[in-house]
């Protein structure tokens, strides 16, 4: 920051809610006071959302964003991987009566009249 360079820092908004922005070591006054300190721009404020990921879909080169998880499993990051290659996956999922596998990938959906990118089962069976 003592060169001028501006940086990304990671915070917490009033609201206990998670982000990051960028800004850089400036000169400011308040209250007629002049002081040096880290400045933000306002246009770089992103909220961090910890229950979605985001990536470049391979088959159709466009950035997408999907949930971390599906039912009771949780995406390793090698299954993200390979989800936004556009290969499936086989998770393994817990349910009452003991365990079963899906085998799915990522598809565009749709719910309540809004689109979303998710992971959806083609096959179904028990462990």
């Known amino acids: 920051m003592l060169n001028g360079e501006t940086i990304t820092i990671e915070c917490t908004s009033k609201k206990g809610t998670p982000l990051s922005v960028e800004g850089k070591l400036s000169q400011q006054k308040y209250k007629d006071k002049t002081f040096w300190g880290f400045a933000y721009d306002k246009n770089t404020i992103k909220f961090i959302d910890n ?39 086989r998770i393994k999922l817990k349910a009452k009566k003991g365990s079963w596998y899906a085998t799915g990938g990522l598809k565009e959906q749709e719910y309540k009249g809004k689109t979303f ?11």
């Open 51 to 89: 229950n979605h990921f985001t990536g470049i879909y391979t088959p159709n080169g466009k950035e997408i964003r999907f949930k971390n998880s599906w039912s009771t499993h949780k995406f390793t990051e090698s299954e993200k991987d390979k989800l936004l290659a556009g290969q499936k996956i």
């Open 117 to 127: 990118w998710g992971f959806y089962v083609e096959k179904k069976e028990w462990a």
